[in-house]
């Protein structure tokens, strides 16, 4: 079977569409942790995708991303707590959904469907923060893995020889 290689516009969307189709995900942006919409007009709760980085590997690539998901906290910080409660939950969701990509395959109704997987353990951290709105909830490393065959034969190149 071949493999059809994902290209980051496929993950970038893959993850924006799993934040747009939550029922409790508001807003879903992505780019820099510096452009996070933090105007008083945004929608909470919020989810930012942040890239970090791709590594290689043998058939794979890793797409590194630092997700950000938060609320609204009250100037008082009254409700602070339930905030971090509900957005954990909302995180453990997308940790969920990208971590059994037996669920995507099903999505598609194509068993030989390429999906994208997230492995190992997830450290969830805190935060709160003060701009126009005050914002509380968590941020996670999050690595995508998608099969990728890097196949030579496409590459535009002519038949030049490289190293002469």
């Not at 007009?41 to 980085?53: A, D, E, G, Q, R």
């Not at 409660?85 to 059994?100: A, R």
């Amino acid at each position: 079977m071949a493999i059809n290689n994902k290209t980051y516009n496929n993950v970038i969307d893959t993850l924006k569409n799993l934040g747009e189709e939550h029922q409790q995900i508001s807003t879903t942006t992505t780019g820099d942790i510096f452009d996070i919409d933090l105007e008083k007009n945004t929608k909470y709760p919020l989810m930012h995708i942040n890239p970090v980085s791709v590594t290689t590997r043998r058939t794979e690539l890793v797409y590194n991303f630092q997700i950000f998901i938060m609320d609204m906290v009250k100037n008082d910080d009254s409700n602070e707590q339930e905030v971090y409660s509900e957005i954990l939950s909302i995180c453990i969701d997308v940790i969920s959904i990208m971590s059994n990509s037996k669920w995507q395959s099903q999505l598609t109704l194509d068993i030989d469907a390429p999906v994208y997987f997230a492995e190992g353990d997830f450290t969830l951290e805190p935060f709160t923060e003060r701009f126009d709105q005050a914002v509380s909830g968590w941020v996670f490393q999050l690595p995508i893995t998608v099969e990728n065959n890097f196949q030579s034969c496409a590459i535009p190149m002519d038949n030049t020889l490289i190293g002469e």
